[in-house]
């Protein structure tokens, strides 16, 4: 789906408004990234997380919105994507020179060194991943960090049932099988929404060698049936992983 969408509407892939169908509210779209990652920045400031400025990985980065973005904060900026399509729309229009965009296609990151980034970013792609997969790229989100790296990503919260119980199987058959039989019939793009437990997300991340310094509810999501909140991470890898 993500391959015809990067290659058709790239911009409408990340942000699904009607302006963004093609490529004439391109400018419009950076904005939007630069005002997120200005937030974001101000919002670490406010709670005292420090961070390198070396190295950022901005993942699930679709239309290069928010990799570009982060590249007046960093010495070098990479973004990564499993859309081939989208890679290459990313490079096209590349604003900063100090900016990679990297094809993953692997249900992982193993194919990145481990202590190599000083910050990694992630929003509204977890979410769109289903486990395994999801918990894999959250280990790796601390191991590729240096020693006192951070990383910031967001989830979708839900109730917690243990890993490959009973009712952890049928929540992921429901997301993945039926929710998308559904959206299909209505005519609807059959996107996946895949939340993870908080007690799922700290367990992770704490195997990975880091720790969760804070979470937070999407305040912009609010409407959300309790349960089910998009929910910020922001974590730290220790100094001695």
């Avoid at 789906?1 to 699904?16: D, H, I, K, P, S």
Wanted: glycine share 4%.
């Amino acid at each position: 789906m993500y391959e015809n969408l990067g290659e058709e509407q790239a911009l409408w892939a990340v942000m699904t408004y009607p302006e963004y169908r093609n490529d004439e509210s391109i400018d419009k779209f950076f904005e939007s990234g630069e005002s997120e990652i200005d937030l974001q920045t101000k919002r670490l400031a406010d709670l005292k997380i420090e961070y390198s400025t070396g190295s950022c990985l901005d993942f699930g980065c679709g239309g290069r919105r928010l990799t570009n973005a982060w590249a007046p904060h960093f010495e070098n900026v990479t973004g990564v994507d499993i859309s081939s399509t989208m890679i290459a729309k990313a490079n096209e229009i590349k604003r900063h020179e100090n900016v990679t965009f990297l094809l993953n296609k692997n249900e992982n990151l193993q194919t990145t060194e481990s202590d190599t980034f000083d910050f990694v970013y992630s929003n509204k792609t977890i979410q769109h991943i289903p486990y395994p997969a999801s918990k894999n790229y959250i280990k790796d989100f601390i191991r590729i960090l240096k020693p006192r790296g951070s990383a910031l990503f967001l989830v979708h919260n839900c109730k917690h049932f243990e890993e490959e119980s009973l009712r952890f199987k049928w929540a992921k058959w429901r997301q993945e099988t039926l929710r998308p039989f559904f959206k299909k019939l209505r005519g609807k793009p059959p996107v996946q929404i895949h939340p993870i437990s908080k007690q799922h997300v700290e367990s992770y991340v704490n195997q990975a060698g880091g720790e969760v310094i804070r979470w937070e509810t999407d305040s912009s999501y609010t409407k959300r049936k309790k349960g089910n909140l998009r929910t910020w991470y922001w974590t730290r890898k220790s100094s001695t992983s």
